[in-house]
């Protein structure tokens, strides 16, 4: 009779503990899906306290899948990657061999994202191709789903859209047979981004407000945070700024409420980019370098490539070359390192920019030929426009009017096609240019188009570099007042824009 009171008294104390350690997994998810990483932590780190306590078998597993949920939270929310790596090894060094699959495909899952975040694309996909396999043999088509998506944003951050586009539609698919809808919502932030990434703003409005919608819905603050500056993003792109600078101000205020140093980073980059769009170059600065602050001190190369790309281009806007050439160096350095496709596409144009007006011609056409490449892959006119009226340039100045002039139509073409008014002056000065030594009335009608345009898009720089090229071929012509006055208000432009 004792013996049978004992039993049962072990068995009611095995009860509670799996009460207690059920309850606090179930408060540490809520802790973490609500923003309150410290106290989500706590609670895991308390049940693998109470699991190493029991020394019970049956607690190993418990034990191992909480340590990767630490490390899960360590490295998305905190972006404490090599800690979190740490501890996922610790937990595959414990585990039997042949045994705890569905924990050993967690562990490869959390690792694929550390290796994406730190900007190691093909580590972190065969890391997710090994839980994928893991998780098809045991027909887990959940987290198959959730692994495909994270396959997805590897393509897409590789440059890869055809295939990132297709493992994030498969995430959606199955997502949507097994009526996840955390799922469901993920898939639809993933899918927007890569038609954000196509310029395709409109599809990807509707994908990212439908992750909004959901993380409203739940309460996921790190949701409501990115998706708002995705969103913010979007509407940036299609030029409506006041709409894109509500989502950032809302995302900037969850974000910095819950210490999410990756998003107050990013809407610190989104903000830096309104402000550049603007030409109100010194908030832009400071934004920007708060966003490569914040990069650095964690570790995020992908985001210090992005940031020295965004103030390369502050500093070629201001004319200060020697530092534009700086942070583009160190931009394509890292891309190439990281294998960011779309970096690197910038890090050569804007390095051939500088070198065309500091007069380094030699890689200016190897360069270019390389953006060129990464702009047709990526389906990115405005880039390609760009590309384009850059050659312009570098042939008219080498001599070859004609074929200038073809690059610059070339140009003119996709900027119309691309929408971008910034590329369509761009390339009507690139015209201009073809003409300047066979029909001066023919540039001179050109670069008017161009100034007409810069002035109805409020566009300050492009207006003053539209106004010089305008007073010099007036000035050749002997219109020597009407090109004083084009100075004049091009020089006032750049002194209010501290413009060198």
């Not at 051939?352 to 060129?372: M, P, V």
């Amino acid at each position: 009779m004792a013996l049978k009171n004992r039993s049962s008294i072990q068995l009611t104390m095995k009860n509670r503990l799996a009460s207690l350690i059920t309850a606090l997994r179930g408060r540490a998810e809520v802790y973490r899906l609500t923003g309150y990483y410290d106290k989500s932590i706590a609670d895991f780190q308390r049940v693998i306290s109470l699991c190493k306590e029991e020394r019970e078998r049956n607690l190993f597993s418990v034990q191992w899948e909480v340590s990767i949920n630490v490390a899960n939270i360590l490295a998305r929310e905190k972006s404490k990657y090599k800690r979190a790596k740490i501890m996922v090894e610790g937990v595959l060094k414990q585990l039997p061999e042949r045994e705890e699959q569905r924990i050993r495909a967690l562990a490869f899952t959390s690792l694929g994202f550390i290796y994406l975040n730190q900007g190691d694309y093909n580590t972190a996909q065969r890391y997710y191709q090994k839980a994928i396999l893991i998780y098809q043999k045991l027909h887990d088509e959940k987290n198959t789903s959730r692994v495909y998506g994270s396959l997805g944003i590897v393509y897409l951050d590789k440059g890869d859209l055809d295939n990132a586009l297709n493992f994030c539609q498969k995430d959606l698919a199955i997502s949507k047979k097994l009526s996840n809808q955390y799922g469901i919502s993920a898939a639809s932030n993933s899918i927007g981004l890569i038609h954000f990434t196509k310029g395709k703003y409109d599809i990807a409005l509707k994908y990212l407000k439908q992750h909004l919608s959901f993380s409203r819905k739940i309460g996921y603050k790190r949701g409501i945070a990115l998706a708002c500056n995705n969103i913010g993003a979007a509407y940036r792109e299609k030029g409506d700024i006041d709409t894109a600078l509500k989502y950032y101000e809302e995302s900037l205020l969850v974000a910095e409420a819950y210490n999410l140093k990756k998003v107050v980073a990013s809407v610190s980059n989104s903000m830096g980019l309104i402000y550049l769009d603007n030409e109100n170059f010194a908030p832009a600065l400071n934004y920007l370098k708060k966003y490569l602050a914040i990069t650095e001190s964690i570790g995020f190369k992908m985001g210090i490539d992005i940031a020295c790309g965004n103030i390369g281009i502050l500093y070629y806007d201001k004319g200060e070359f020697k530092n534009a050439l700086k942070y583009y160096a160190r931009s394509l350095t890292i891309a190439e390192e990281i294998g960011d496709k779309l970096g690197c596409g910038i890090g050569y144009l804007g390095i051939s920019r500088i070198n065309l007006e500091t007069g380094c011609f030699d890689t200016i056409l190897k360069y270019l030929k390389k953006a060129e490449k990464i702009f047709l892959d990526y389906g990115n006119t405005k880039k390609l426009s760009e590309v384009n009226s850059v050659l312009s340039d570098y042939f008219t100045r080498k001599g070859n009017n004609k074929k200038g002039h073809e690059f610059a139509e070339k140009a003119l073409t996709l900027a119309r096609k691309s929408g971008a008014k910034e590329m369509e002056v761009l390339s009507l000065r690139a015209i201009a240019k073809s003409f300047y030594k066979t029909n001066h009335q023919k540039a001179i009608s050109l670069l008017r188009r161009a100034v007409a345009i810069a002035r109805k898009e409020k566009g300050k720089l492009d207006l003053a570099h539209s106004l010089c090229d305008l007073a010099d071929l007036l000035t050749i012509i002997k219109k020597q007042r009407e090109a004083e006055e084009n100075m004049k208000e091009a020089k006032v432009i750049f002194k209010r824009l501290g413009r060198v």
